[in-house]
């Protein structure tokens, strides 16, 4: 498949609105694989340490991490039929990436290679191919899981590294097929940490990874490798007006995979926490400045969700500060479960820490009044 391209919004509300509705959050814009149309929302969120993490990367050199992970990276070719415009049916081929996740067979990949698929097939580094079944997806990460019965031999595993630990600057390579072009190898470094992506089903993406590795069409799925040949990513979507590589990707990160990709074997799907909101930032620095404490002001608030049942109200105005708009009217939520919350990331990952069902406390501020109030989480929708 080809990765989506990106469009970076400079209000960043409009993002965060997109992840907090999830939250209550190939290559494509989404950036690696996917639709050509319409952008995908990419937005850099700032983290504050009192100190870098350190890198427990070794430092191997590109050919080396190709010599120790290139038969673990595999082709994959999606087909699926759709209408013709003369009638009947017509066949189409989607072509990305991924790579061996366990002996039992399941490779990762994105969810927008193989949605819709009505067929499968995996081409290893040999040459030798294999149908495969999709065994589940969660659009709301663009991850799925496709398996494979093939010999053992064919079934070189890649290790899953820890991109928690990653640093900037740290140097990193992309496998892939880019154009169908197998076991393709980009090397370049991690530009930044902690982007947010949009989702095939619009939702946020936290704590991506930017690479100016080069990424093409077809590497959507792919690994991203750190120093010492593990997956800390897979290569998802790029930032592009072109339509090709500008040197701006975009990786899901390792967490998220380690996360995600179990449970998709273990039920074939994945269910998220969900508040139903939409949010924008309102930080600190201009807080005073529109008479609102810092934290997250409500935009939206969907009908039938948690966050309605709350009684949780949306804005109903606007305020610019320096030529930013700020949302104005309506609640801001400044604490989950005691926790202080400062943007849509922090609010997004409390609810995603959460399953459906479990009850939290949304801590809001209405017209200089803060209050508490218990929430039952619901399921994002899909």
Same mark, same amino acid.
């Given at each position: ?20 509705? &999830? %939250? ?10 996917? *639709?050509?149309?319409?952008?995908? $929302? ?10 870098? %993490? ?19 990276? #595999? ?97 990193? #390579?992309?496998?892939?097929? !880019? ?34 590795? %080069? ?7 792919? !690994? ?17 007006? *072109?339509? &090709? ?7 899901? !990160? ?7 990709? !179990? ?12 508040? &139903? ?18 934290? $997250? ?20 105005? *606007? ?64």
């Amino acid at each position: 498949m080809k990765p989506r391209t990106t469009r970076t919004l400079t209000v960043t509300g409009a993002l965060v609105a997109a992840a907090a509705i &999830g %939250a209550g959050g190939g290559a494509a814009t989404f950036a690696a694989l996917g *639709s050509e149309d319409g952008p995908t $929302v990419v937005r850099q969120v700032t983290v504050k340490s009192s100190e870098p %993490a350190a890198s427990t990367s070794e430092s191997l050199s590109v050919s080396q991490i190709y010599e120790k992970a290139y038969k673990g990276v #595999v082709e994959i070719t999606a087909t699926s039929t759709q209408s013709s415009p003369t009638g009947g049916e017509q066949e189409q081929q989607g072509q990305g990436s991924g790579f061996v996740y366990d002996s039992d067979g399941h490779i990762v990949t994105n969810d927008h290679v193989v949605e819709g698929a009505q067929s499968v097939s995996v081409r290893f580094w040999d040459g030798s191919t294999y149908d495969a079944t999709v065994v589940g997806t969660d659009p709301s990460t663009d991850l799925a899981v496709i398996k494979v019965d093939a010999p053992a031999s064919k079934l070189v595993t890649l290790e899953v590294g820890d991109s928690t630990q990653l640093t900037v600057g740290e140097s990193v #390579v992309a496998m892939g097929s !880019p154009f169908g072009l197998e076991e393709t190898v980009t090397s370049g470094i991690v530009s930044a940490l902690n982007r947010q992506m949009t989702s095939p089903n619009n939702f946020t993406i936290n704590n991506s990874i930017q690479t100016d590795a %080069a990424i093409n069409h077809g590497n959507s799925g792919g !690994p991203l490798l750190n120093g010492a040949g593990q997956v800390i990513g897979v290569n998802t979507q790029i930032r592009s007006d *072109s339509g &090709g590589s500008d040197g701006i990707g975009f990786a899901i !990160p390792s967490s998220t995979v380690s996360s995600i990709v !179990p449970q998709i074997i273990s039920s074939g799907s994945v269910e998220h926490a969900y508040l &139903g909101v939409g949010v924008a930032s309102i930080p600190g620095t201009v807080a005073d400045e529109i008479g609102l404490p810092a934290g $997250v002001e409500v935009t939206e608030v969907r009908q039938g969700t948690p966050a309605a049942e709350a009684g949780l109200k949306a804005a109903t105005g *606007s305020a610019t500060v320096d030529g930013q708009s700020y949302p104005t009217g309506g609640d801001v939520i400044t604490a989950v479960d005691g926790k202080a919350i400062t943007d849509g990331a922090a609010l997004q990952s409390a609810i995603d820490a959460k399953k459906p069902g479990d009850s939290v406390s949304i801590t809001y501020s209405r017209n200089g009044k803060s209050t508490t109030v218990q929430v039952s989480l619901g399921t994002r929708p899909s």
